[in-house]
């Protein structure tokens, strides 16, 4: 059987213990097993996004939880701040002109992050702003967002903060209540190391009173069911069970391995990586003061198509990694180190972009890469 790794940025790599656990019959979800999987799953939310809200659990990909914190907040004419520093900030714009906010776009450079001195001068601008809408790790340019700053300077006003956070949970640090997160919207595919299916999303009770009033219509995203059917452990339509009972498997596995100490596996292996890339030619592509441990991009050599680069890497060796988009199309790939990822996979992984670089004629030490990953992982602490 050809090899399939998975170091892209969602869907990302599921481990065998949890595909033994999506292997299983189905059982039925109005019952109290389901129920009981169902609890333990909300509480294993709650733990890794550091929060006492509600959290509501939705059968779609990421997206759809996104947009269930657009529909359920505003309505046409309402103001929205949305930050677009890549990709999935672009999500956001679309969602929200999509619902037809007013919507106040602050573009970041590709590669840099949003600062809270900026959402301040937007927020005084805008008073009349319903809701702050950001991304905690902007998958597509590689950089995460500082929060934690963002959310002191936005919870004395009426907005509400909310985080795309789908591919940065239980990978960076995200602690929702401390920081003043009114809601989190994740998935399934990414830190969770699960297939797609799944988005959920947490609600403060700011957002809440928000979502009660809001009078925009909707059903399938409607999150004042999504709350009565919680209050009762139960979904208003057929939830993604399959998922859910393995995601009390992958919650267990983070639970066991502890919230910090993952922080640090995946700093550790964003290190060794970046250390692999470097030795070969390849600089970081975003800003290093604001660049995530969940994956690493960097620029693809001159004279290198990266979509070539990542299309061989894929059909002729198994390995997945991203390409760049849009602006970034062949000039960046992307390595995802986050759910399941392990030292040997970056490994594995640098040794195929060596042999592939060298094939489409980059020059540089054969084996320098893997050299300084490891060196990087060896002296980087242990986790
Ligand atoms: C993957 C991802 C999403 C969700 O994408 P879907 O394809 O809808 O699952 C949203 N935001 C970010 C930052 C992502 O990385």
Redesign the pocket.
């Known amino acids: 059987m050809k090899r399939n790794l998975l170091l892209t940025?969602?869907p990302t790599k599921v481990p065998p213990q949890l595909c033994a656990v999506l292997g299983q019959p189905i059982i039925h979800h109005r019952t109290p097993e389901f129920q009981d999987n169902l609890k333990t799953v909300v509480q294993g939310l709650k733990d890794i996004i550091q929060t006492k809200n509600d959290v509501y659990l939705l059968a779609s990909?990421?997206?759809?939880g996104?947009e269930a914190a657009v529909v359920n907040i505003l309505s046409p004419g309402d103001t929205a701040i949305a930050v677009d520093s890549g990709k999935?900030g672009e999500?956001w714009v679309d969602l929200c002109r999509t619902y037809q906010a007013n919507t106040i776009v602050h573009k970041v450079p590709w590669g840099k992050a949003p600062t809270a001195a900026d959402i301040k001068k937007l927020l005084a601008a805008h008073p009349e702003a319903k809701a702050v809408y950001i991304?905690l790790?902007?998958?597509s340019t590689g950089v995460v967002t500082d929060v934690k700053s963002i959310g002191e300077v936005i919870k004395h006003s009426k907005a509400l903060l909310v985080v795309?956070a789908?591919?940065?949970l239980a990978v960076e640090d995200l602690q929702a209540d401390a920081w003043a997160v009114d809601m989190v919207v994740s998935?399934s595919?990414?830190g969770l190391m699960l297939p797609?299916g799944v988005a959920f999303i947490s609600a403060s009770s700011k957002a809440i009173a928000m979502i009660n009033a809001c009078p925009t219509p909707r059903l399938y995203f409607d999150l004042r069911e999504a709350k009565k059917a919680l209050d009762k452990t139960d979904t208003p339509f057929t939830p993604a069970i399959g998922i859910i009972i393995a995601m009390v498997e992958s919650l267990r596995m983070i639970k066991h391995r502890g919230l910090q100490n993952s922080f640090k596996h995946f700093a550790h292996l964003a290190e060794g990586t970046r250390a692999g890339c470097k030795a070969i030619g390849m600089e970081l592509f975003p800003d290093p003061a604001c660049a995530s441990i969940a994956l690493t991009a960097v620029k693809v050599p001159a004279g290198i198509d990266g979509e070539q680069l990542t299309k061989a890497m894929r059909d002729t060796h198994g390995i997945s990694i991203a390409g760049g988009q849009d602006q970034l199309k062949g000039k960046i790939i992307r390595i995802a180190h986050m759910g399941a990822v392990e030292e040997s996979d970056i490994l594995v992984g640098l040794e195929c972009l060596e042999k592939v670089l060298q094939d489409m004629g980059h020059t540089f030490a054969r084996g320098a890469s893997l050299t300084a990953a490891q060196k990087a992982f060896n002296t980087a602490a242990k986790v």
Do not use: A, W
């Open positions: 940025p969602g990909s990421g997206t759809g996104m999935f999500r991304t790790v902007e998958t795309d789908v591919s940065g998935g595919h990414k797609p």
